[in-house]
């Protein structure tokens, strides 16, 4: 995690005043980010009841068109946002905007070519490193060796995870371009990231920059959306996934992200993310039924050790009130 205060990837303090409300302290800090990362790791199961022969890109764009567009027009300030902003921050928004339509657009590719287990690991496994890297090259705050040993060991963790099965199994080919798409998805992920908390940082609210980031990237995609097959869409079981998949992965999950980001550093608030892939196995063996090896409990082990030490850190760079 970074070691000095930048605008990009640390919080401002709060300035004098009355004591924050309890309201404030709950939406301060690592909460916030860990229960988005919760209502992202429902996100396979949820996609796996959407009816049969959906596009996995279908899915993913169409939650992020609806959620997206819900998340401005119910984000206050959002409107106005851009005219509150400086002309490098309205670049700012539309590097976000872009950063955050390409999640969607590379991730599912990805999970075409290779996998859920692969595509995950290298998606989510690299955007805490992308983050840390791109906090470094921006504004020179070079990563902590808490932050290093923390990540890497919830990286470690991660894979362990999700690709137990395959190591204990049978191994496929790997697909070089399902890699490069993944790591695109990561990179997108961590650009967005740190965009969002840059603006947030600079005193625009979290609500506006989200609602403005999403709302903006629901429009850049849903003419992929539209070009695919939607069919599905108009199914009542396709209807309650997407409705779903909107409300609570984008709408109420990014929402909560940005509040996190208020007093979380970007890098190290995409690297409590990787809780996602925790919660998504753990629905798979209580809710789809599915099995996990050794591997795999052993690396949830490790993923929450990392989580944990991760968590601590926050706790000990938050800003003084």
Do not use: K
């Not at 946002?81 to 599912?108: I, K, Q, S």
């Not at 287990?117 to 090259?137: D, E, M, N, Q, Y």
């Not at 409300?247 to 509040?259: D, E, M, N, Q």
């Not at 409990?297 to 929450?304: D, N, P, S």
């Amino acid at each position: 995690m970074p070691t000095r205060t930048s605008p990009l990837t640390h919080a401002c303090p709060a300035p004098a005043g009355p004591r924050p409300s309890r309201r404030t302290n709950l939406l301060g800090g690592p909460a916030p980010i860990l229960t988005s990362a919760v209502l992202w790791g429902t996100t396979g199961t949820a996609s796996s009841l959407a009816p049969a022969g959906a596009p996995a890109a279908a899915i993913g764009c169409a939650s992020l068109t609806l959620g997206g567009i819900l998340l401005f027009l119910t984000s206050r300030g959002a409107r106005s946002l851009p005219a509150a902003c400086t002309r490098n921050e309205r670049w700012l928004l539309v590097l976000g905007a872009l950063a955050v339509a390409g999640y969607p657009v590379t991730f599912y590719p990805a999970v075409a070519r290779t996998g859920v287990a692969v595509a995950t690991v290298i998606a989510l496994g690299s955007a805490p490193v992308f983050a840390g890297l791109l906090s470094w090259i921006t504004a020179g705050a070079r990563p902590t060796a808490r932050w290093t040993a923390a990540t890497t060991a919830a990286v470690l963790g991660c894979t362990l995870l999700v690709l137990g099965p395959q190591l204990t199994g049978h191994t496929t080919p790997m697909d070089l371009t399902g890699v490069a798409l993944a790591a695109c998805a990561g990179l997108s992920y961590a650009a967005y990231s740190l965009i969002g908390g840059r603006l947030i940082t600079h005193g625009h609210p979290s609500d506006a920059v989200m609602g403005v980031l999403f709302g903006a990237a629901g429009l850049l995609v849903l003419p992929l959306m539209l070009i695919t097959d939607t069919h599905w869409l108009a199914t009542t079981r396709g209807a309650v996934v997407a409705v779903y998949l909107a409300l609570f992965t984008v709408y109420l999950a990014y929402r909560l992200f940005g509040h996190g980001l208020r007093r979380t550093p970007a890098s190290m608030a995409t690297s409590l993310t990787l809780t996602e892939p925790a919660v998504a196995a753990v629905l798979g063996v209580t809710v789809l039924g599915e099995r996990l090896p050794a591997a795999s409990w052993c690396g949830l082990a490790v993923l929450a050790l990392g989580l944990v030490l991760l968590t601590i850190a926050v706790g000990a760079t938050r800003p003084s009130r």
